[in-house]
Nanobody, 125 residues
Framework: QVQLVESGGGLVQAGGSLRLSCAAS????????MGWFRQAPGKEREFVAA????????YYTDSVKGRFTISRDNAKNTVYLQMNSLKPEDTALYYC??????????????????WGQGTQVTVSS
């Protein structure tokens, strides 16, 4: 497994921006596909974005396309989620997750074997 620590959450007004970071330690970071998931109160955890272990492929849920950007810096063992044009419905606890050499179905949380503790994002209207 890999240890993951998220940061960057907070309170922001609708239309604002936040950048989440997830620092990893443990096994070789570059060999992990990385994903961001979120969970709002009373709702199931849902996929937000993912980036392949090779770094060349990115995936987004439809509701964040054009607003969120996932990226990774393998030299810093960190994955980022840049969130722009935030909406109140983006309010949730955001988790990053890692999956060893995962190439497909990156939207499925059951395929990830390491999870962070989460960082809270609250968007006010």
């Amino acid at each position: 497994q890999v240890q993951l620590v998220e940061s960057g959450g907070g309170l922001v007004q609708a239309g604002g921006s936040l950048r989440l970071s997830c620092a990893a330690s443990g096994r070789t970071f570059s060999n992990n596909a990385m994903g961001w998931f979120r969970q709002a109160p009373g709702k199931e955890r849902e996929f937000v974005a993912a980036i392949g272990w090779s770094g060349g492929s990115t995936y987004y849920t439809d509701s964040v396309k054009g607003r969120f950007t996932i990226s990774r810096d393998n030299a810093k063992n960190t994955v980022y989620l840049q969130m722009n044009s935030l909406k109140p419905e983006d309010t949730a606890l955001y988790y990053c997750a890692a999956a060893w050499l995962l190439n497909k179905n990156l939207e499925l949380p059951r395929l990830y074997d390491s999870w962070g503790q989460g960082t809270q994002v609250t968007v006010s209207s």
